[in-house]
């Protein structure tokens, strides 16, 4: 059964930083792409950042550009997300999710409950 | 980027009934790369169709997916008691993986 377990989130000040982790289990991690989504209060989706199952490949939504970086560890079969110079409009539940294949370009099949990180002085 | 306007933005409806959603995007998605979801209150998204057509594992056949280029719908034939939720499109053709705004679908 495919799992993903994030931790990590909090309250945090605006300009502070941040790492979120997702755990992941009952799959072949290395094997496959992963992304971050997040989902303000109320709101809608928005896709974050995504990496290949190597690692070698990432990419960034613009509203997070120069600020978040997405990375694995595919010996920990662990994903993470670096936030720095957090600002309130980054305030969501972040999901991580699991991509249908190795390369980003695949749907996301299986999703993490998230963990909620508030940007708030 | 390709934006994504999906509509109506509220759907409401009755058990049973009808209901069909609406994905447009603001360029033509290559080789079906389109996918929907569905969310309900407190739960994270789950998949319901991929390629636009696909029926994910264990989506029940009342869900379909249809369309190319920049129109595609999602339709379900008659509604449940556990249909009524908020459903968004993703097209995964490229980066930035940008997701639609969202249908809610709602008892009328």
């Known amino acids: 059964e495919v799992q993903l377990v994030e931790s990590g989130g909090g309250l945090v000040q605006p300009g502070g930083s941040l790492r979120l982790s997702c755990a992941a289990s009952?799959?072949?991690?290395?094997?496959?792409?992963m992304g971050w989504v997040r989902q303000a209060p109320g709101k809608g989706l928005e896709w974050v950042s995504g990496?290949?199952?190597?690692?070698?490949?990432?990419f960034h939504a613009d509203s997070v550009k120069g600020r978040f970086t997405i990375s694995r560890d595919n010996s920990k079969n662990t994903l993470y997300l670096q936030m720095n110079s957090l600002r309130a409009e980054d305030t969501a539940v972040y999901h991580c999710?699991?991509?249908?294949?190795?390369?980003?370009?695949?749907?996301?099949?299986?999703w993490g409950q998230g963990t909620l990180v508030t940007a708030s002085s | 980027d390709i934006v994504l306007t999906q509509s109506p933005g509220t759907l409401s409806l009755s058990p049973g009934e009808r209901a069909t959603l609406s994905c447009r995007a603001s360029?033509?998605?290559?080789?079906?790369?389109l996918a929907w979801y569905q969310q309900k209150p407190g739960q994270a998204p789950g998949l319901l169709i991929y390629g636009a057509s696909s029926r994910a594992t264990g989506i029940p056949e009342r869900f379909s997916g249809s369309g190319s280029g920049t129109d595609f719908t999602l339709t379900i034939s008659r509604l449940e008691p556990e249909d009524f939720a908020v459903y968004y499109c993703?097209?995964?053709?490229?980066?930035?993986?940008?997701f639609g705004p969202g249908t809610k679908v709602d008892i009328k």
């Open positions: 990496i290949s199952g190597g690692g070698g490949s990432t």
């Open positions: 999710a699991k991509v249908s294949q190795e390369w980003l370009l695949g749907y996301f099949d299986y």
């Open positions: 009952g799959f072949t991690f290395s094997s496959f792409a």
């Open positions: 993703q097209q995964y053709d490229n980066s930035p993986f940008t």
């Open positions: 360029l033509s998605i290559s080789s079906s790369y």
